[in-house]
Each structure stands twice: as C-alpha cells, then as structure tokens.
C-alpha cells in the first residue's frame, strides 16, 4: 500500500498494531487483598505512588460497606512479552522479591487504600486536605452504621496513628487501647476479615451481642462478601498495547511519560535506564551548559531516531527497491517498541550527537540554554550530527546544516507538533548533505515575514533569540568597553538585551513613540548591565552617546571612531541614532535585520517599504506563524 508521509510520497511499512486480549470477571475483595499480602499481585514499577488522601479513603470504606460499587480494576497476566519491572504495593512487606502472577495496571490508589485500611495491621499513610503526610487508623462506628438517620460516611471514624483524637485543650476520642475501643463500640476496619478475636474481647468486655450481632450480619459480612469487576489483560498482550491501555484508564492519575514506561520496561531486564540517564546527563552538563535542558525523553527520542533509520537502512539495503519500508518515526509508540539492544548500541552516539550539537550552537552564537531559540530542534540536529558522524563536519556540510537549521528558527517550524518534522529532517538533511537527496522541506517550505520584526518582542519567540544570535554573530561589542559581549557572555551572567532607544525616552516624544514599536527586537539589542543602568539609562540616544564619549564613572572615554565601531557590531544605523531620529533609525536597522535573516537562510524577504514607518499598523502573529502558514500551502 502506497501512503503519502511527510518522508514523500513513497511505500512504507508501518509498525504492526497489536491489540490486547482481555477476560472479564467479578472476584472477592478478600482474594485480592490477600494476593496483595502474599505478593501475587503487584504493581508494574512505572505506577506512581499513590495519593489518596484521608477523606476519599473514609468515602471509599464507606461505599464497600454498603455494597456501593467502586468501579473494575484492570490487571496483565505475568510471563508474556510485556516485561515490567514489577514492586509490592504500598504497604505489604514481602521476605523476598517473588515473581507476582499479575500486575496491576489501574485501581492502584483503591487497592492500596484497601489493602493499608482493611488487611494491613500498620497506620494508613494517606494526606490530609492541606496534602500534609499523615497516618490514619479507621474504625467503623457499630451504632451509627445501624442508625438509618445516620449519613454512611458518618460511620467511619479516622484517628491519629496513636488512637487519639486532641483539640486545642482536650482529648475528644482515645481508641488507644482494645478496652477503649470496646467500651466506644468502634470495630478497627483491618479487622473485618478476621473479627472473631475482637468479638471475643468485646463479649469479655461486657459488649452488647445484639448489637454485634446485628453489626455482623449488616456490615461485616458486606466486606467479607464485596466483589469487584476485574478486567485481566492475557499474557500475550504486547507491550504497546499495555502502555495504551494504561494510559487510556489511568485519567485520573498523573500522566506517565515515556521514559517512565521505558524505564520499567529495560528494567526487567536488569537495565537501568534512570541510571544510565542520570550518568549521561551529568557528562553532557559537564561538556555544556547548553544541554542543561535536555530531557530524558529528548534523550529517548534522538535514539529511536537513530534505531528507526538503521531499520530502514537495513531494510533498503536487505531489499533493494522494497515495497514497504521501516517507517523512522520518534513518536510515543516508536520509542516504546525500542529494544533494549537497540538502545545500548545507540545511547552512546546519540550523547556525541548531543555535544557536538553544543558545540555547533556555540559555532552559530548561541551561548546560554535560554538562547536556543528552540529547545525542540536540538533534537533533531543531535540526530543529524550523530548520523553523519563521527569525525567532525567539513566546512561544506557544516554550511548547509547552518542554513537548514535558521530556516527552521525564522520559518518558525518547530513551534507545534514536531515529531514527524523531526523524522523528516533526519532523512532529508542527511541525504542532501551527502549529496543524495534535494534541498529539505524545512528549507523550501520557510519563510519569513517582513513585518514580523515588529512582533518579536520577548524570549518567548524562538525568531527573537535568532535575531539576536545572529547580532551576536557581528561582534556585538560593548558600547563603553568595546569588548565583544560574546565573550563577555562566558564570564558574566548580567548580558542581557536591552533597548537601544530608551523606553522612558520613547514614551516623552511628541507624539509618544507606539509601544509595540520600540518594545521590538529592531530597537534591541545585547548589552552589559552596567552599561544599560548607568550609561543608557533614560537618556535620549545623543545624550548617552556623548557621556559614552565624556566617560562616565570610572570608564575612560571613548572616541567617536571607537564607538561607532562598536556600534556597527550590532547593525545599529549610525548617523539616525546620533540624529535621536528614531523612525530613521527604526526603518534602517530593519532592513539591516532582515538581510542578517536572509543571510542565515539563504532565502530572500519580500519587503514592504511602509511596514517600519510610524504610522503603519502592527499585525500580532504567534510563534510558530510560519509553520502554520507552511502547513496551510502544502
């Protein structure tokens, strides 16, 4: 079958889509409890911790003891392909890790409360409203649970760990002791499966038999008969098909991210996936502060890239002008069919991928995390580094992967949903390197607007922080030190961007300088603290511009040819600045801009010779305008 992807138009095979076999059936609570006790039934390690707090556990007693249903559990059947790492539920303490014959996919936070509240013999750890960690006892109270005026929830009591209910000045319940609890006739909840001896003591202690009586049959006995709906997943159920399903009735939990399932999953293979993150992560923080922001899925995503591709090499070469081919694809559920295998042969390569992408954003004039104008497209560019690798890139290849990469921040194509873009880049910005393929979608399908300078304001713009990379890129020297402030950035955290125009300045002209106009990048640029506090400050640009050149504090002055020099290294138009002629200057350094971006992308802007005059209207766009209107002309 021929299916057009963002690959191209080609065959390809797509991964084969397993379903899950499943049996329904309705089994005793008591039965369950007990495979939780003898470590039967356990959970698969990626469940979270369970977060019940105090008052959904007395509702949930208080339903059982009505014969209210609570909803089905879903458990799998051990010894099939799906192989997670599986841990005792909350509470039980087991002598050595066994084998469990099934886990527990969904109805963790009730089977947890139930087996601490009713089988455990040790406080509940649950939380009170505020989210405080606290430990409870409960108890049904005899007289209310018979009392049909009485709310069920009423029924059950929840006390301190040691028994006692305090106010501020007194004790208003003590259940510490057997004899207390008789003479209350509150019956602890862990004993209604095993009542007798607790009955005993309260006939001993002179407790009422009727009303014992009466207790057993109506509220006991619906514990010890409850059944739940239980929905086991077969042993054969593969492995992608479990994560779905988990995540399908898992919505009242937090969501698990990918590397939590991969987690559990290397794990039952004695991998330790957190580990081996953890000890990659250090390096690469050790060899760049610019991978400070890698993820552990990012991580996971450059890998299955690099596995997806060998498939497809493999396949290609196996079968020379095969109908379908491996799709590469770093998707959800293409990460989770990675083999373990697969991951130990590429985990290496693709954290070289990730320092030499370092080092190429260093190349290019990023210098800190928050300037990598998407964080996303790291991925990717690990991915393609990693691949043409390992010997570092020829200045011809390092070109072409520069121009492919400013495409992709000014056409603003990686804003949205990326993951198929990834796949995409990986094949055709390799093959066009080596010479095999054409020019990538990512370059021929961006675009930038001229008048969307006008609109880049903030860091929140990937457009924003090429801009500036790119004035880095110049020399942006210091005004009153010279320096280039790309060395600067290395040694001094207080290099931000700033404007060139003062706001305050902007704001008194007559008529007051729009906002959306000297807030944009065009009348920003990067500067020392120093210089912005106490040398720009609100003054009109001539005037800072002479103290520059007077001096100021312990500075030395600098001469006119020295500062305009430095003001030349950040494409600042000269004559209109000194002329405190901001819509001269405003028109001028736009243009500067826009060929700075024509420049990196190798593709020419439409101009609109109206757009930076004071008068024209400014058009908002979001981020990621121009991976919308790509996908709206493709």
Same mark, same amino acid.
């Given at each position: 079958?021929?299916? =057009?992807? *963002? ?17 329904? @059936? ?13 470590? @039967?039934?356990?959970? +698969? $390690? ?53 084998? +469990? ?33 606290? @430990? ?14 009485? $709310? ?31 003479? &209350? ?7 209604? %499966? ?28 619906? %514990? ?19 994560? /779905? ?20 999953? !290397?794990?039952? $293979? ?12 250090? =390096?690469?923080?050790?060899?760049? $502060? ?41 998707? =959800? ?20 991928? %990730?320092?030499?992408? #370092? ?15 998407? &964080?996303? &497209? ?7 580094? #990693? ?38 880049? /990986? ?26 300078? *006008? ?18 890129? /110049? ?14 950035? !290395? ?20 008529? +007051? ?10 009348? @920003? ?47 600042? +138009? ?37 757009? !930076? ?11 990621? !305008?121009? &991976? ?7």
């Amino acid at each position: 079958m021929e299916a =057009r992807t *963002l690959l191209g138009t080609q065959p390809v095979r797509r991964p084969k889509v397993h379903s899950a076999s499943f049996d329904s @059936k309705k089994t005793n609570l008591i039965d369950l409890l007990r495979d939780v006790d003898a470590g @039967k039934l356990q959970l +698969p $390690d990626f469940q979270r911790g369970w977060v019940w707090d105090d008052e959904r556990i007395r509702s949930l007693l208080a339903s059982i003891s009505v014969s209210f249903p609570i909803g089905a559990i879903m458990t799998l059947a051990t010894g099939g392909e799906s192989s997670f790492l599986p841990r005792a539920v909350e509470g039980v303490e087991l002598p050595t890790q066994n084998d +469990p014959e099934t886990l527990l996919l969904d109805g963790q936070q009730r089977l947890t409360s139930l087996y601490q509240a009713l089988y455990g013999r040790s406080a509940v750890k649950t939380q009170d409203v505020r989210g405080k960690v606290i @430990k409870r006892r409960y108890y049904i109270d005899m007289k209310l649970a018979l009392d049909d005026g009485t $709310d069920r929830d009423e029924w059950i009591v929840s006390v301190p760990e040691d028994g006692i209910v305090r106010t501020l000045h007194d004790v208003a319940l003590d259940v510490s002791s057997p004899t207390l609890e008789y003479a &209350q006739h509150l019956f602890p909840a862990n004993q209604v %499966f095993d009542e007798v001896d607790w009955l005993l003591g309260y006939l001993d202690a002179g407790g009422d038999r009727a009303l014992f009586t009466e207790f057993k049959s109506s509220v006991i006995e619906r %514990f010890q008969g409850y059944a739940l709906p239980v929905i086991e997943l077969g042993k054969e159920s593969p492995k992608e098909a479990v994560c /779905l399903v988990f995540e399908k009735v898992n919505t009242g939990g937090v969501t698990l991210t990918v590397f939590e399932l991969m987690t559990a999953m !290397f794990a039952a $293979d004695n991998f330790q996936l957190r580990e081996d993150w953890n000890t990659r992560k250090a =390096r690469m923080a050790d060899a760049s $502060d610019l991978l400070l922001g890698v993820t552990n899925d990012q991580f996971l995503q450059v890998v299955t890239l690099l596995a997806t591709l060998e498939r497809r090499r493999m396949r290609e070469k196996e079968v020379p002008g095969a109908d379908a081919l491996p799709v590469v694809g770093t998707r =959800r559920r293409d990460i989770l069919q990675l083999h373990l295998h697969e991951y130990k042969r590429w985990a290496d390569v693709a954290e070289a991928g %990730f320092v030499e992408a #370092a080092k190429f954003l260093v190349g290019e004039h990023v210098f800190a995390s928050r300037d990598i104008p998407y &964080q996303t &497209q790291v991925v990717p560019l690990a991915a393609i580094i #990693a691949d043409l690798g390992p010997k570092p890139l020829p200045a011809t290849a390092r070109t072409m992967l520069a121009r492919w990469y400013w495409c992709g921040v000014f056409g603003e194509m990686y804003a949205g949903s990326v993951e198929t873009i990834f796949a995409r880049d /990986l094949v055709e910005v390799t093959e066009w390197i080596r010479g095999g393929g054409k020019e990538p979608s990512t370059i021929t399908a961006s675009s930038f607007q001229a008048n969307r300078l *006008l609109t880049l304001r903030t860091r929140n713009s990937a457009a924003y922080k090429g801009v500036h990379a790119r004035l880095m890129r /110049l020399g942006s020297a210091d005004f009153q030190t010279g320096v280039d402030l790309s060395v600067e950035t !290395f040694f001094d955290d207080s290099i931000d961007i700033h404007h060139i125009c003062p706001q305050s300045w902007c704001e008194k002209q007559s008529p +007051p300088i729009p906002r959306e106009k000297y807030n944009s990048i065009i009348n @920003k640029t990067a500067l020392s603290a120093y210089t912005n506090r106490h040398v720009i400050r609100g003054y009109a640009p001539s005037e800072y511009l002479a103290r520059l050149e007077r001096g100021v504090g312990e500075h030395a002055g600098v001469s006119p040819e020295v500062l305009d020099a430095s003001l030349r290294t950040h494409a600042i +138009p000269i004559r209109q600045l000194r002329a405190d002629d901001f819509w001269g200057f405003f028109a001028v350094r736009a243009e500067e801009l826009l060929q700075l971006i024509e420049e990196a992308t190798g593709k020419s802007i439409t101009r609109d010779p109206t757009a !930076f005059t004071s008068g024209a209207p400014v058009e908002e766009y979001e981020d990621g !305008f121009g &991976q919308y209107l790509n996908a709206a002309g493709s």
